[in-house]
């Protein structure tokens, strides 16, 4: 057997197409849509994450403004950009790009970013809303995980979901996203005991937890669905998710591939949030 791929290229290229259309709308209104993305790293692959999502922005008619820092910036200038971007009725969305200076939090400093205008869900204000089930924006790679799964029609409603990896920006938030879609959710981590057993229990397992080839064939039960959110680098520039591709694919129903699953759909959804966030 060899599972289904479930591509994130097409849902993203949907999403990329409507948002732009949205975007081209709002500006002929005298709205044109702007997105902030703040760093404060010489991080490598966070400059190549943020050029890919300037690039996208521009494709679908949105402005970026990369406001860099600085790796030297401290948390207070941080803050105060963040609010400063807040209060600016021209600018949409903000991102504060990770990672961030030695002792910066993102959760403490995203409660600066205005939580309408918080396009990657990284307020804590956003996530309780999400856990409380009021309108939100969701961080987008953990959006992006049920919007890959309903564009290809997997069903959540009852099912068992074991979502491994519990951080504030990926796995907690889908978790929340999967409960109000009536999943049974079981949420792992690093001191879960024989986690083995416990995602080869579920009908849908997320893999978000930065180990690449964590998830192998005996984690997975037989025509399961699999969601690899992992995005690992790998020496030769190539990603690698979470998953053991090669041995899963054999056993699981369908697996979203790395690169082309989670990923193109996150960037697309920061896009589609953004305009989200013009119209209000
Ligand atoms: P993170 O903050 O480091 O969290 C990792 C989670 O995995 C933690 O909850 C940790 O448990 C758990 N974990 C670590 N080792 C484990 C093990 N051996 N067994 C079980 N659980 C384990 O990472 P993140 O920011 O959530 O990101 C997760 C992955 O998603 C990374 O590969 C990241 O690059 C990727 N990502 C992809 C996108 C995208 O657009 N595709 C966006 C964001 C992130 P504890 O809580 O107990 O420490």
Redesign the pocket.
């Known amino acids: 057997m060899s599972a289904t791929v479930l591509s994130g290229k097409e849902p993203a290229a949907a999403i990329r197409t409507e948002t732009a259309a949205r975007a081209a709308e709002l500006t002929a209104a005298g709205t044109p849509p702007r997105l902030a993305v703040v760093v404060a790293t010489a991080d490598e692959s966070s400059a190549w994450y943020v050029r890919s999502i300037a690039r996208a922005a521009e494709k679908a008619g949105i402005t970026c403004d990369v406001v860099d820092l600085g790796p030297g910036a401290s948390s207070s200038d941080i803050r105060h950009k963040l609010a400063a971007l807040s209060a600016d009725e021209n600018v949409h969305g903000v991102i504060l790009q990770t990672p961030l200076p030695e002792g910066a939090k993102l959760e403490d400093l995203a409660s600066a970013i205005a939580f309408e205008k918080d396009v990657d869900g990284a307020n804590p204000l956003s996530l309780g809303r999400l856990a409380a089930g009021l309108p939100a924006f969701a961080p ?2 953990a959006e ?1 995980v049920l919007t890959i799964l309903d564009h290809h029609g997997v069903e959540l409603t009852g099912r068992h979901v074991a979502v ?4 504030n ?3 907690k938030p889908a978790a929340h996203l999967l409960l109000n879609r009536n999943a049974t959710v079981t949420v ?5 005991r024989d ?1 083995a057993a416990v995602t080869a229990a579920a009908d849908v397992v997320v893999a ?4 690449p080839g ?1 998830v192998t064939a005996e984690y997975v039960r037989t025509g399961a669905v699999v969601v690899d ?4 680098p790998t020496e030769d520039g190539g990603l690698v998710g ?1 998953v053991d591709a090669a041995s899963v694919a054999e056993k699981a129903g369908a697996l979203t591939p790395v690169p082309g699953g ?2 193109p759909v ?2 697309a959804l920061l896009l589609r949030h953004t305009v989200q966030a013009a119209t209000h």
């Open positions: 987008a790679t992006a491994i990896g519990r951080s920006v990926v796995g792992c981590h690093s001191r879960t986690l978000a937890v930065g180990r964590l959110v992992g995005t690992n979470d989670v990923g996150t960037t």
